[in-house]
């Protein structure tokens, strides 16, 4: 089966290719870049005590920057995971900073932390987590109506419409094929305009073309409706579809691709292992 070519990325101001020791686009002074959606500065997270200590994220610092898809990659046990759940609000750093949207996670409460993650993040799984009792509609504002938060009719059509589910929004999950859901999971991430949706491993249980289906709409989300993505992947396809690339090993950022293709991603996995 041919496989849909990945969109051009558009041009940007840094070189393309992999920048040893690059640790992400960052100010001086330890201060978040103007236009970043969600920055880390010295973020550190650590698992258990003594010899067995394992360092999963070793000082990153790190800017994601608003309107554009970057993808996260890594061998197993680099820290791609860690640092995203950090940066989500989802695990707590050992040290250092999350800032989201001009707010810093970490010294958020956990009920203001619940608030935050409710409207200003969305989450795209792996597992899609739609509730199979509610209607693929019902799955999309769920956040909204656990918040008691009203819906933008507006701009639920316009999700709707990128996704291209109109057809189905009355359909249970059941009904609907894993690249569906998937996109279900990625409207229902999108519908309360947050500040940057995160997806781990999105792809992870689909097949080419339905991965296919969800990574252009991920990527049409960014270039059309301006949101912020970052996606953690270990495929280098689904890579190919971000505007930027950053690799993980041993808890530090490595190496930052700008507008990469899929043979840039290739001779950057290719080098981590040599090293």
Known sequence: MAHPTPPQSPASPSP?????????STATGGTAVPGSAASARGLVKTY???????RALDGVDVDFRAAE????MGPSGSGKS??????AGLDTPTSGSVVIDGTEVSRLSQRRLTALRRTRIGFVFQSYNLVPTLTA???ITLPLDIARAPVDRAWFDEVVAAVGLGDRLHHRPSELSGG????????????SRPSVVFADEPTGNLDSRSSAEVLGFLRRSVDELGQTVVMVTHDPRAASY????LFLTDGRITADLAAPTRRDILDALGQAEED
């Open 16 to 24: 393309r290719g992999a920048v040893p020791g690059a640790s992400g």
């Open 48 to 54: 258990g005590q003594g010899e067995t200590t394992v």
């Open 69 to 72: 898809l970057t993808a996260i």
């Open 82 to 87: 860690t640092l995203m759940h950090c940066m």
């Open 137 to 139: 509609a019902e799955n």
């Open 180 to 191: 569906q859901q998937q996109r279900v999971a990625c409207a229902r991430a999108l519908v």
């Open 242 to 245: 971000a505007h930027r690339v």
